[in-house]
């Protein structure tokens, strides 16, 4: 269409040289616009004359190109006619929001990409959630297949002397647990250059991979490496049918960064199974080393019994002095070794409860020989009472007795000053709720800070931790006496101050 000259142009600024400055002006091509000139920033639409459009009207498909120029000597201070109240003045430039004159968006951001975003934000999010190799293996396989819209998708581990699928979805799923070689292969070429490769037919790749793929129908591949932090985890390869397209640029993209996601994932589970490995191999030590350790310190206290009660002759006071000390470290190191193989049975999942009715003032008697001398050691008050009338609890008596010396142990252990006490009463019945009884450990001692609780049921802890600690153990009674009280369906309730002292509250329900 010729160009239509405004009325009023003046014909020096058609490309002749003039002595006139020249204003920047915006031209707006529409159905019915004719420019205008006006003395205003160049992302300044001007009114159209037709008042019926606002300047801004998306529905006539209207595009701004401003001229170049200098800059304006000043801005309008006000919008023009017309512009909408609730758009900022002057105008943003978001021009990738607008639909263009035939109704199609810019290329710079494709239609589908919020479709792409979205898979690639659940892939995520489901490697993430995996916690283990098979896990992040399956939803790799998965995702390759949808994203590369293949027919066959296989992860495979590799090695300077071959390769093994190790999991495999779609028309080669019974690859699995397969091995391969890697001479004259695509996956070759890929663990040489760390880049993903794409042939048009699975023929370009090894004689191997056309016997073992050709009968299934496949074509077109594309195999790409899976590398996290440098080292290389294996390959992906995904395959199509023979009657489909080749896999392009895009998909090698989109297929690149779910590799590299699951790359990720990979050594993520891959570590976490390291250390779980490791986890399980400290705890077959610490059984093993607790069950060595338990053979001689049983003979040292049959020895010391002996002593003790005279058979091979009577003892002098200070040969009973050192006696009596030889029998306290004696106790301390045996009732070290219990926890460490308790421990060790508790993460092994070894543990299970032996429920029988118990009588909680029996139970409570029992304790004293154990406590007592700990707090005649300490020179405190030890009280043991339990409420009148106290039902059967159906429990596991040696578990509730061993939370009870942990918790009383732990109570004396922290007291200079004071008391102890242990108080066994029946729980508050509430609507709905179901009976219990409540084990109460209370001291005088030096507390706990706030901020100090939320660690103390964790293994090997202790709040005094550090070379300086002034309190023995392993920091493993309170963890062993949570992780019991759950076997046995119960909670433990912990309330301190600094400097007042705590209260820990083992709740049993009492079934039945």
Not at 96 to 102: F, G, L, N, P, V
Not at 198 to 221: H, K, M, N, T, Y
Not at 340 to 353: H, K, W, Y
Not at 372 to 397: C, F, H, M, N, Q
Request: aromatic fraction near 4%.
């Amino acid at each position: 269409m010729p160009h239509r000259r405004p009325k009023g142009r003046d014909s020096s600024l058609d490309g002749h040289k003039t002595n006139q400055s020249i204003t920047p002006v915006a031209y707006r091509c529409g159905r019915d616009s004719i420019p205008s000139r006006i003395h205003a920033l160049s992302s300044v639409r001007v009114p159209d004359p037709d008042p019926s459009p606002t300047p801004l009207d998306r529905s006539r498909g209207e595009l701004t190109f401003p001229l170049r120029g200098g800059t304006p000597e000043h801005e309008p201070a006000e919008p023009p006619p017309g512009y909408p109240a609730d758009l900022p003045y002057p105008p943003t430039d978001r021009s990738w929001e607008r639909t263009a004159r035939y109704g199609h968006r810019p290329r710079a951001i494709p239609a589908d990409h919020t479709g792409e975003l979205d898979a690639l934000r659940h892939i995520a999010r489901s490697l993430a959630s995996g916690t283990n190799a098979t896990t992040v293996l399956r939803v790799l396989c998965d995702a390759a297949m949808d994203q590369g819209r293949a027919s066959g998708a296989m992860v495979a581990e590799v090695t300077p002397d071959g390769g093994s699928f190790l999991a495999c979805r779609g028309v080669v799923a019974d690859l699995a647990g397969g091995g391969f070689p890697l001479a004259g292969s695509v996956t070759a070429r890929v663990y040489a250059q760390r880049r993903a490769i794409a042939i048009e037919s699975i023929q370009e790749s090894s004689p191997f991979f056309e016997s073992l793929l050709g009968d299934r129908g496949v074509g077109p591949a594309l195999v790409v490496p899976l590398i996290a932090h440098e080292a290389f985890l294996g390959v992906i390869i995904v395959t199509r049918r023979v009657d489909t397209p080749v896999f392009d640029a895009q998909d090698e993209a989109r297929l690149s960064t779910v590799a590299d996601l699951a790359a990720l994932g990979l050594w993520k589970a891959r570590l976490l199974e390291e250390a779980r490995a490791a986890d399980a191999a400290k705890t077959a030590f610490l059984a093993t080393l607790s069950h060595e350790l338990r053979t001689p310190m049983a003979a040292l206290e049959g020895y010391g019994e002996l002593l003790e009660d005279e058979i091979l002759g009577p003892l002098v006071p200070a040969q009973r002095d050192v006696l009596v000390n030889l029998r306290a470290v004696s106790r301390h190191l045996g009732a070290l070794i219990e926890e460490i193989l308790t421990f060790a049975s508790l993460e092994a999942d070894r543990v299970v409860p032996r429920l029988a009715p118990v009588r909680l003032e029996e139970l409570l008697d029992s304790l004293h020989p154990f406590l007592a001398p700990l707090a005649r050691e300490k020179g405190i008050v030890l009280r043991l009472d339990a409420d009148a009338g106290l039902p059967l609890v159906s429990t596991d008596e040696d578990r509730v007795r061993q939370i009870l010396l942990n918790l009383g142990a732990n109570a004396i252990k922290f007291t200079e000053r004071g008391e102890v006490v242990v108080h066994v009463s029946r729980g508050p019945m509430g609507a709905g709720e179901e009976p219990t009884v409540r084990c109460t450990v209370r001291d005088t001692g030096i507390g706990i800070a706030a901020a100090d609780l939320a660690r103390l049921f964790r293994p090997f802890s202790q709040v005094d931790d550090g070379m300086t600690r002034h309190h023995k153990g392993t920091g493993l009674g309170l963890y062993i006496s949570r992780r019991l009280t759950d076997l046995l369906g119960g909670r433990i309730e912990v309330e301190s101050r600094p400097g007042e002292g705590s209260a820990f509250t083992l709740v049993l329900p009492i079934g039945g």
